[in-house]
C-alpha cells in the first residue's frame, strides 16, 4: 500500500514514500512528524500537483489522507509541505515544499472522477 511519511525539523521537510503514486489514485495516508518548533502551532498541509494546489488543515492529527485533486495527471511532480500559525492566524513558520515523487500513469476505463472534491479550508473549519 502507498503511504508518505513527512518529517519536519524547523522548516525543512523531507518526505518518504512507500509504494507508487498514480494518477486518480485515492485513500493515499500522509503521516506528518514535527520537531518540538511546531508544538501549540495551528498546523495545514499544502498539497501541489497535478496544477492543483490544496491545503488541509491537520486538527488534533497529524495524519490525513492525501487529496485526490494533486493525483490526477501523470507525470506531474507531488510536492508536499505544513505551514504553522499562531493561536491569532498569524504566520510562523512555512515549512519548505518536498518534491515526493513522481505521479505515473494510472488505468483509468471509464474516466469518471474518483471522489469528492476536497473541501475548502474555511470549509473544513467549519465542520469542526
Given at each position: 500500500?502507498?503511504?508518505?511519511?513527512?518529517?519536519?525539523?524547523?522548516?525543512?521537510?523531507?518526505?518518504?514514500?512507500?509504494?507508487?503514486?498514480?494518477?486518480?489514485?485515492?485513500?493515499?495516508?500522509?503521516?506528518?512528524?514535527?520537531?518540538?518548533?511546531?508544538?501549540?502551532?495551528?498546523?495545514?498541509?499544502?498539497?501541489?500537483?497535478?496544477?492543483?494546489?490544496?491545503?488541509?488543515?491537520?486538527?488534533?492529527?497529524?495524519?490525513?489522507?492525501?487529496?485526490?485533486?494533486?493525483?490526477?495527471?501523470?507525470?506531474?511532480?507531488?510536492?508536499?509541505?505544513?505551514?504553522?500559525?499562531?493561536?491569532?492566524?498569524?504566520?510562523?513558520?512555512?515549512?519548505?515544499?518536498?518534491?515526493?515523487?513522481?505521479?505515473?500513469?494510472?488505468a483509468d476505463p471509464?474516466?469518471?472522477?474518483?471522489?469528492?472534491?476536497?473541501?475548502?479550508?474555511?470549509g473544513q473549519i467549519?465542520?469542526?
Amino acid at each position: 500500500m502507498t503511504q508518505i511519511t513527512v518529517k519536519i525539523d524547523h522548516a525543512v521537510a523531507e518526505a518518504e514514500l512507500t509504494g507508487v503514486l498514480t494518477s486518480r489514485m485515492v485513500g493515499v495516508p500522509v503521516r506528518f512528524e514535527f520537531g518540538p518548533i511546531w508544538d501549540g502551532l495551528i498546523k495545514a498541509a499544502v498539497f501541489q500537483g497535478s496544477g492543483a494546489s490544496i491545503t488541509v488543515m491537520l486538527f488534533r492529527t497529524n495524519e490525513v489522507e492525501l487529496p485526490y485533486e494533486v493525483l490526477m495527471s501523470a507525470g506531474s511532480t507531488l510536492k508536499i509541505g505544513v505551514e504553522g500559525r499562531d493561536p491569532e492566524g498569524a504566520l510562523v513558520i512555512p515549512s519548505t515544499l518536498v518534491e515526493v515523487g513522481r505521479i505515473l500513469e494510472g488505468a483509468d476505463p471509464h474516466g469518471t472522477e474518483p471522489g469528492e472534491p476536497t473541501e475548502p479550508v474555511w470549509g473544513q473549519i467549519m465542520a469542526k
